[in-house]
């Protein structure tokens, strides 16, 4: 098995992120949109399946804020190069510019991208996961919980 390691910063920035009025649906929504897109920006003929976890976790940003963590693994046609893909994808988040755009090598030597955005805590990471996958990582903008929701768990 093939993890992708990625230390990710919570919802504090500089400057100071906007408080948002997300619910923790609308976070996850929105993040699970996201991974869809990146997913589907993959050629299609390069594609044997999207397979979106319906369930994912909490993890705490602050002492009042959360952010949802989410995972989307994207199946390849075998002897696709999972490298030149994951850089295709690079390079197109690079041109529309709405991300900061950063790329590593991992602990298993794969390439590695992370999408960051500016002040609200959002962020994706994507590289190969198990061999001949994209694995999207997904960590929504910051919310806070309703009072007595219990942060454990799948949602």
Not at 108 to 125: A, H, N, Q
């Amino acid at each position: 098995m093939v993890a992708l390691v990625v230390v990710v910063t919570g919802c504090s920035a500089e400057p100071e992120p906007v408080e948002s009025s997300l619910s923790w649906e609308q976070a996850k929504a929105m993040a699970q949109a996201m991974e869809l897109r990146i997913a589907r920006l993959v050629p299609a003929d390069a594609v044997l399946s999207i397979d979106q976890n319906e369930k994912g976790g909490f993890f705490s940003s602050d002492e009042t804020r959360h952010r949802w963590k989410g995972i989307t693994n994207v199946v390849l046609v075998r002897g696709t190069n999972v490298e030149a893909v994951t850089k295709q994808l690079e390079k197109q988040f690079l041109e529309e510019g709405d991300f900061d755009v950063t790329n590593h090598r991992g602990i298993t030597d794969k390439y590695v991208v992370t999408l960051k955005s500016e002040g609200k805590g959002e962020d994706y990471l994507f590289g190969e996961g198990a061999p001949g996958t994209i694995l999207i990582d997904s960590w929504s903008e910051c919310f806070t919980l309703p009072e007595g929701t219990y942060p454990g768990g799948d949602f």
